[in-house]
């Protein structure tokens, strides 16, 4: 039974084709991981699954539900929660504030113009719950935008885990970041996998990170689909490192 | 009728090429720079009043000529000193500058030049009509609409073929590449603004042959501008011409038939371009979001 | 700001708001300068409501202020003498114009948004200006004024100067109270959210668009409010309540005072109508003084008066 079906998508930006034909499918408690050159479409098809930019062909559905007209916040609520390859947060709200906005939100709060105390008294219980599993509780009130990158990008993570998604996109997670960072968030994600068994899928420059996480992987080239299957078979396939030349783990 | 309903399309005519040049000059600069220059009024009256001081030196034609460059001057001045320490911040500041602006500029003229309205002479053989029939065609009508549209045509043509006008589209479309790819993305913005300034003293000094001096010259003219880009869509020059002209033209209809209204349309038209197409008749997706 | 000096600040403000009759002529004010400063303080904390904590710059405020203004004249003079139908019909036909306009500008960013709303301002000034035969166009709205309220068991004469000051206290209160307890509820906490990062609000599943139209209708309820506060202060409104210098005004009190802080335009108000009656009452030339004013603050006082004492990342 797969939780995201994305059928043969295509996005052309005028003549330019930034995706071209790609089908992917996810399993619920999968750990998918899309590779590929810079400029290999990957952001793009992102873009389309999260609903930022909408396929010019091709469907993408959703636990069974037909999501490619809905629109970004709305797909939230269908169960879709992504993180950006530059990190988007609220910089100047504390870290604490930054989780309690999606967690209210996942709440059913978001128009409330008024909380109770036992509901309040929930939310700051998540809130905490998340900070300890990003071992950003002693950092909770400074303000996000002083944190350093990779606390900032747990952060995001964090907030995007707030929502209880079915499925997390995580768009390069760690990006410009040092050997202990990428440790740490590699060790947060792993963590999310395993033990709130989320689905996950996630694009990653870093041939390390990407063999230590996933099961499966999916190269784009060129904006198509180059090759597929597990680590093992990625890492042996002649024209993936033909693609990459050197970047191999 | 028809001679009726001809005058007053001819004069919404000439209305709506007035808003168009003032509209273009505050287009250019909303594009490049993402200001809204509220002082744009201010600057118009100051090339209408500097026309006026220059005129017992060097004519009707030598003020034509040189105060629009003068305005632009200030214009450049401006820039550089005031509205440059702004570009990186939220646009709010900006805006709240040229707010500030044009309160002393209208005060400025009052101060330098009085508060009472001062006569503006146009050679006699322009305000003659050019025809027995056509009596509304009046010589200096026609010679607004020729020189506001010799104008318009000079403007595109360096926007399309100088090395300025393709840096200043280019930077309109991405600043960030072209002052990568080496451009003086500094200069090019003061520039840019004094263009538009230019545009703005030329309509000054036009405005001044029509309606006479005054120090609110410039604050009655400056909403029909947004207007107009607001009509003919963000982002697009073509598109805030075609608004200028559109809105005055139709004004000028307007006043055929319910002359009470003939301002109210442009708002009206501006009301239903929101609602039907929010970005503007010929206005880009991107500049909405 | 730790919570107890925030409480205290918030108490400070109160007390000196509840004795201003009292300590305000002893600094060279008047009466009527003390109402003028909570009716335009109320404005722009309205205004702040939309500006500093949803980040949305609206230029056009005046317009519903004015809408307040002209709602409570017309039916003073023309409807009924009672002030606080007055005030309920000023207040309705302001919030019903901002929805109505709302709903048609909300996908609009940034200069554009700041663009279209002055346009609409300028639409309702000039109604207000060729409608003579209602609104009396230039010269103005007058031959009514503000009528006592019959509470039952008293009767308010808001006609004398001090006890109108507290009825627009009380309603001040209730407004400022209204929106501190917005800001603070789940529902205030997305308009930060969409300050702060519209696209990372819109990808935590909150309907951008639509939190901006509300943030958008529920400022311009209350500045309507302080519209109708204002036309019953003088008891009379011109096309000047409704023109873009006024929007100008708001916004700059709000600047003024600190657009990040709740009490900052309340400070903003203060200075600047302060400001402006000394300025203008000692020359004809006010009007460069404010020009040369607002380019100041902006240069070299951006984040306000109250902004100097909030923390800013990565300063």
Known sequence: ?249 | MTQLILFNVFNGLVVGAFYALMALGLSLILNLSGVINFAHGGFLAIGAYLAFTLMPYIGFWGGLLVAPVLTAVIGLAVERVLIRRLYGRDPLYSLLLTFGLAYIFEDGTRIIWGAQSLPYQIPGWLTRPLSSQLFFLTGYRVFMVVLVAVAVVGLFVILSRTRLGMRIRAGTLDLETVSVLGVNVRLLRNLNFGLGIYLAGLAGVLAAGLLGLQPTIGASLIMPSFVAIIVGGLGSLPGTLLGGLLIGVASGLATVFMPSASEAVIYVMMALVLLVRPRGLLGEEGRVQ | MSDARKWGASALIWLLLLAMPWWLPLVGGYQELGTRVLVMALAAMSLNFLLGFTGVLSFGHAAYFGLGAYGVGMVLKFLVPSTLVGILAGVAVGTVAAAIIGAMIVRLRGVYFAMVTIAFGQVFYFIAFRWNSVTGGDDGMTGWKRQPIDLGFAQLDIGNDRIFFYLVLALFAAAVGIMALLLRSPFGRTLLAIRENERRARYLGIPVERHIWLSFVISCAFVSLAGTLYALLNNFTDPRALRWDLSGNFVIMAVLGGMRSFWGPLIGAAIFVALQDYVSSQTSNWMSIIGLFFVLVVLFFPRGVLGVFRRKAGS
């Open chain 1, 1 to 249: 039974m797969t939780l995201l079906q994305v059928e043969g998508v295509s996005r052309h930006f005028g003549s330019l084709v930034a995706v071209d034909n790609v089908s992917l499918e996810v399993a619920p408690g999968e750990l998918r991981a899309v590779i590929g050159p810079n400029g290999a479409g990957k952001t793009t098809f992102f873009n389309m699954i999260s609903g930022f930019v909408a396929p010019t062909a091709g469907r993408i559905v959703f636990d069974g539900r037909d999501i490619t007209a809905t629109p970004p916040h709305q797909r939230v609520g269908v169960g879709i929660a992504r993180t950006f390859q530059i990190t988007e947060i609220f910089p100047e709200l504390s870290v604490r504030e930054n989780l309690r906005i999606p967690v209210e939100v996942a709440a059913g709060l978001r128009v409330s113009p008024w909380i109770s105390r036992a509901t309040d008294r929930q939310v700051r219980g998540r809130v905490a719950e998340l900070l300890e599993m990003g071992g950003l509780a002693e950092k909770a009130d400074r303000l996000v935008g002083e944190l350093s990158h990779g606390d900032q990008r747990a952060a995001e993570i964090l907030m995007a885990l707030a929502l209880k998604p079915r499925l997390l996109l995580l768009d390069e997670p760690t990006a410009g970041m040092g050997e202990r960072e990428t440790y740490e968030v590699t060790q947060l994600v792993r963590r999310l996998h395993k033990d709130q068994k989320l689905s996950i899928v996630l694009i990653e420059h870093d041939m390390r990170v990407v063999f230590h996480l996933a099961e499966r992987i999916m190269v784009l080239a060129e904006g198509a689909v180059l090759a597929e299957g597990t680590s093992a078979e990625i890492a042996a396939d002649e024209r993936v490192q033909a693609a990459y030349l050197g970047k191999a783990a």
